[in-house]
């Protein structure tokens, strides 16, 4: 990450800028970004950073910074490096699918399924990025609906999850569930998730859900704390419609999709999930497999493996 001139763009070569989003709640945060900032510049690539984060952070006069977390904030950037948790990931998801620009993201919290690299790589990090040794690969989202007595009330998306919930801790929520037009199942509940393949290791997970590569395509339906015999998982077509009906003698329930945006339900409305028209973008830097990552970030346990036999 040294200054070295034949890393720098020729003349009348074509500037290349990177979009820095950091949690700068965080000390770590805020020493990564540094060290990422000034690896950048000294290499040549302008950087770009929010107004709210640059005041926390020490950055150099030649960054460059923008008021607003807009998609237009990211015109003519190349990538959107994110630190931080996996609360700091998914809001660079919101600004990646929006502006269409890849999201490399760097693990400064626990698991970080959505990070390409830990804390300890920043060097490999910046190097990577100025070289352009990194690929994108692009992951499914989801399109949300809601409706209530026949109209649609609220338009939402997500990239790992759009979960149905109760809001009261004493009541159940009492839903009916349907695939492509026709009815599966109801039961009472503490809520539904609907999930892609890159959330099944989020909060799908966490409710019992399986773990689906990434590669795959498929949407995913997980109960949550169903009381009901059939109450299974469910994975379904990646052209499939998922639907939740909130069931009119319920109280009202909630939707939270990739747990930051979120809209009341009333009794009765129905919620519609089905595959994104809009991608999310990742930037990759190496090639390890996802069982590689898997058992990396479940330290599960693999002594005794032998290998397939030759």
């Known amino acids: 990450m040294g200054d070295d001139p034949g890393s720098r763009p020729e003349d009348g070569a074509a500037a290349r800028t990177v979009f820095l989003l950091a949690h700068t709640g965080r000390p770590a945060a805020i020493r990564s970004a540094e060290l990422v900032v000034r690896g950048l510049l000294r290499s040549g690539l302008g950087v770009r950073v929010l107004r709210a984060e640059a005041d926390d952070l020490p950055l150099p006069a030649d960054a460059e910074i923008v008021e607003d977390a807009t998609p237009e904030c990211l015109d003519a950037c190349e990538l959107l490096i994110v630190l931080g948790g996996d609360g700091t990931l998914l809001r660079g998801a919101e600004l990646a699918r929006a502006s269409g620009v890849p999201m490399l993201g760097v693990n400064l919290g626990r698991v970080g399924f959505l990070a390409e690299a830990e804390r300890d790589d920043l060097d490999k990090v910046v190097d990577r990025v100025v070289t352009r040794a990194y690929e994108v690969e692009e992951r499914m ?3 949300v609906l809601v409706h209530n007595n026949g109209d649609v009330v609220h338009r939402d998306w997500a990239l790992n999850e759009a979960a149905v919930q109760k809001v009261s801790p004493e009541r159940m929520l009492e839903v009916v569930l349907e ?3 026709r ?10 998730v609907c999930a892609t393949p890159t959330g099944s290791t989020a909060y799908a997970f966490s409710a019992g859900g399986p773990v689906v590569w990434p590669e795959v395509e498929a949407l995913l339906m997980v109960p949550i704390s169903a009381h009901a015999l059939f109450a299974k998982p469910l994975v379904t077509s990646p052209t499939s419609v998922l639907a939740v009906e909130v069931q009119p003698h319920t109280p009202n329930g ?3 999709c990739d747990g930051r945006r979120t809209v009341e339900l009333p009794s009765g409305a129905r919620v519609e999930v089905r595959r994104g028209a809009v991608p999310v973008r990742l930037a990759r830097l190496h090639h390890a497999s996802f069982t590689d990552r898997l058992v990396a970030k479940f330290a599960l346990p693999v002594a005794g493996w032998r290998g397939a036999p030759h």
Do not use: A, E, K
């Open 254 to 256: 909630v939707l939270w």
């Open 183 to 192: 009815p599966v199942t109801g039961f009472g509940c503490d809520g539904i």
């Open 141 to 143: 989202t989801l399109d």
């Open 179 to 181: 695939i492509d037009g």
